[in-house]
């Protein structure tokens, strides 16, 4: 029967701690990397791409895409569902718009795009 891991005491924590400092300090474990701020990150990844001439932008979208994700992917991270995701929106789109032309119509609400499109990617 397995038994049951005990958890560190504060000493042992410490120790650790002390131990991954000094195996820092010798270089032998790379330094913590600083958190991420994703809302300042992605305000200026917004607004890089927006300066962007559109043509070169999706030269460039379509190469960084590749560079994600393939048709061969063993193990699928969660920035690459991300990604996927976008593509079938992107796909989605195509196919709303040429139902839309099928049917006669040249406009559509927000609320019909996001109901068609959007959402039932989003919950996936």
């Given at each position: 029967m397995a038994t049951k891991k005990k958890r560190l005491t504060q000493r042992e924590k410490a120790f650790r701690v002390q131990a991954k400092k000094e195996l820092q300090a010798e270089g032998a474990l790379p330094l913590d990397k600083p958190r991420l701020n994703r809302k300042k990150f992605a305000a200026q990844v917004w607004a890089e791409f927006s300066e962007m001439d559109v043509f070169r932008a999706d030269v460039y979208l379509r190469k960084a895409i590749?560079?994600?994700?393939?048709?061969?992917?063993?193990?699928?991270?969660?920035?690459?569902?991300?990604?996927?995701?976008?593509?079938?929106?992107?796909?989605?789109?195509?196919?709303?718009?040429?139902?839309?032309?099928a049917e006669g119509r040249s406009q559509y609400t927000i609320g019909e795009y996001i109901d068609n499109v959007v959402l039932p990617i989003l919950k996936l």
């Open positions: 590749g560079c994600m994700i393939g048709p061969d992917m063993h193990k699928v991270t969660e920035e690459e569902v991300g990604v996927c995701k976008l593509l079938k929106i992107a796909v989605e789109t195509d196919k709303f718009m040429r139902a839309l032309e």
